[in-house]
Nanobody
Framework: QVLVVESGGGSVQAGSSLTLSCSVS????????IGWFRQAPDSQREFMSI???????EYAPSMKDRFTASKDDSKNTVYLELKDLKPDDTARYYC?????????????????WGQGTQVTVSS
């Protein structure tokens, strides 16, 4: 059974930084691509990045400047560093394991999802 658990969210002031963690069990992330998405209230789930099994990461164009994804294969964990947070970054952040039939920049491209972690940024 594959289990995906996000953590590290919280309520912060604008300009703050957070590092989110995505712990995966049941599979080895060294063999799988892991994506990060976020979903704001009344909005669709938005692609942020994908970290490929080999370790490289591709970002959505709007996500490159302030967000950095990385992984530690020995801990089977993927990270997402959020810097200079803004109120518009308020959302629930999800990580997911590839395996769906869609493209990697859409939720349909992923098979296993966590419950997400909430990030709330106040001005």
């Amino acid at each position: 059974q594959v289990l995906v658990v996000e953590s590290g969210g919280g309520s912060v002031q604008a300009g703050s930084s957070l590092t989110l963690s995505c712990s995966v069990s049941g599979i080895a992330i060294i063999d799988h691509h892991i994506g990060w998405f976020r979903q704001a209230p009344d909005s669709q789930r938005e692609f942020m990045s994908i970290t490929f099994s080999g370790g490289t990461t591709e970002y959505a164009p709007s996500m490159k400047d302030r967000f950095t994804a990385s992984k530690d294969d020995s801990k089977n964990t993927v990270y997402l560093e959020l810097k200079d947070l803004k109120p518009d970054d308020t959302a629930r952040y999800y990580c997911a394991v590839e395996g769906g039939r869609g493209s990697f920049d859409t939720p349909a491209g992923y098979k296993y999802w966590g419950q997400g972690t909430q990030v709330t940024v106040s001005s």
